[in-house]
């Protein structure tokens, strides 16, 4: 049997563009490369137009809004430097990961046409101007905001399918992101209003052609299971969506880090190591 390739369709994050990262980008491409990755997709997050939504750990770094888009100029110049100056050992997507809160659309509409990222990978790390996947304190208030834990669950959910049918973004990142300080997650997949919200969103992404992140992040922070968690997986792998490893690196430590895992989970659901690799620009134009 052949082995998989080393790939990440997520990841990338350094000290350099990311105050919860560690590391420069050029540390973080030459670990990917002393590990024999075949490609990867540098992801940087999405900067902020709006200071109500400017993460705490940039704030508290001496960023603003202005540095804070400057910043994100030098990620796709350096990345791209990257990508060009190690094309003969390793394949480069630049790209970045999305957020979802109050005039995102905007934002990265803007994004997209200035930049011209090879891909963006949709995720959603808040739930009404809540950013859920911080401190516990914060996922508590985002579930008051919603009145409820399994409405939280289900907002989550459509907020994912809002951004899905805006951007069709190749990759859908960490897909059950929701779960991750719920003890008893799974659980919640079993009441109908959820349930039925995360299959609407697998039979979307289906119809799409869109990339599933399995993300081995999860597993870092101690989590059980990777994101997408196994039911959904299960799902995925029936209706043959495309499900590739996302490393979701946040520094050289983080590279590959329970890659083979997550492989290996899917493996012994039946799920395919033959990898869909992102597009360029298809979902980007």
């Not at 994912?160 to 659980?187: K, M, N, S, W």
Request: a negative charge.
């Amino acid at each position: 049997m052949i082995s998989p390739k080393n790939v990440s369709v997520h990841g990338g994050h350094s000290g350099t563009f990311c105050s919860h990262a560690a590391d420069t980008l050029e540390k973080v491409v030459e670990r990917y490369i002393e590990l024999s990755f075949d490609w990867i997709c540098l992801t940087e997050h999405m900067p902020t137009e709006s200071i109500s939504h400017l993460p705490v750990e940039e704030a508290k770094a001496g960023f603003d809004i202005i540095s804070l888009q400057h910043r994100f100029e030098h990620y796709f110049e350096e990345a791209r430097r990257l990508a060009e100056l190690h094309k003969e050992r390793i394949d480069i997507l630049v790209g970045f990961e999305t957020e979802v809160y109050s005039g995102y659309e905007d934002e990265i509409a803007r994004l997209i046409a200035r930049f011209k990222p090879d891909l963006i990978v949709g995720s959603v790390h808040h739930v009404n101007d809540v950013l859920f996947d911080g401190a516990p304190e914060d996922y508590r208030r985002a579930v008051e905001l919603s009145g409820g834990i399994e409405t939280l669950y289900c907002d989550y959910f459509d907020a994912q399918l809002e951004l899905i049918e805006t951007f069709e973004p190749a990759v859908v990142g960490h897909f059950d992101l929701i779960r991750i300080h719920d003890a008893d997650y799974l659980e919640r997949w079993k009441i109908p209003e959820i349930r039925d919200r995360a299959l609407r969103n697998l039979e979307r992404i289906k119809e799409l052609g869109l990339i599933l992140d399995l993300n081995v992040r999860a597993l870092a922070k101690g989590a059980p299971e990777p994101y997408v968690s196994a039911p959904w997986l299960e799902v995925a792998i029936q209706e043959g969506i495309a499900i590739v490893p996302g490393d979701d690196s946040h520094g050289v430590a983080s590279v590959g880090l329970y890659i083979e895992n997550g492989i290996n989970r899917l493996v012994a659901r039946g799920g395919s190591t033959n990898w869909k690799k992102p597009d360029i620009g298809r979902h980007t134009a």
